[in-house]
């Protein structure tokens, strides 16, 4: 699973009333594979989730590369049952990347186009927002 070498700070400010609206402009175009998935809508995406869909891309998709275009690096604390109120901030559960609509989560390098769409319908069942198949030709048009 992807998680950060080190982490200087458990709690992350501003993290339930951070700004998912827009549309992205980085992170959004094609650099390294053939076809990629854009996600369509804002949510928070977990590295258990990521690496759900890699495992699945990477079967269908053998004999090409694939590309990871996010990384997650916000941590989600969490207190144990039964602990009070103020006493300070729970240990680190998962983490996890906010996704904006019109970022590339995964790209595709090598592979016919039948299975890349295959591999992407399949992914896109394991990640919690609407996603959309994008390639070279699609995005010069």
């Known amino acids: 699973m992807l998680t950060p ?3 200087v700070h458990k709690k992350v400010f501003n993290r339930l009333g951070q700004k998912r609206r ?3 402009k980085r ?3 094609l650099v390294y594979g053939d076809f990629g ?3 369509m809508s804002s949510n928070w ?3 258990r989730q990521i690496e759900s869909a890699r495992r699945v891309i990477s079967r269908r998709c053998k004999g090409g590369k694939v590309y990871i275009r996010i990384f997650p690096v916000r941590p989600v604390t969490q207190k144990a049952a039964n602990i009070p109120m103020g006493v300070g901030v729970g240990s680190i559960e998962y983490f996890m990347f906010p996704v904006k609509p019109g970022r590339l989560i995964f790209e595709v390098k090598g592979v016919p186009e ?3 769409k295959e591999a992407f319908r399949i992914a896109s069942h394991k990640l919690p927002f609407k996603t959309k ?3 070279k030709e699609t995005e010069l048009n």
Do not use: E, F
């Open 45 to 47: 995406l977990t590295s």
């Open 22 to 24: 827009g549309t992205l």
């Open 133 to 135: 198949v994008i390639s």
């Open 37 to 39: 998935l854009k996600a």
């Open 5 to 7: 070498k080190r982490i």
């Open 27 to 29: 992170g959004s175009t």
């Open 114 to 116: 039948d299975r890349v």
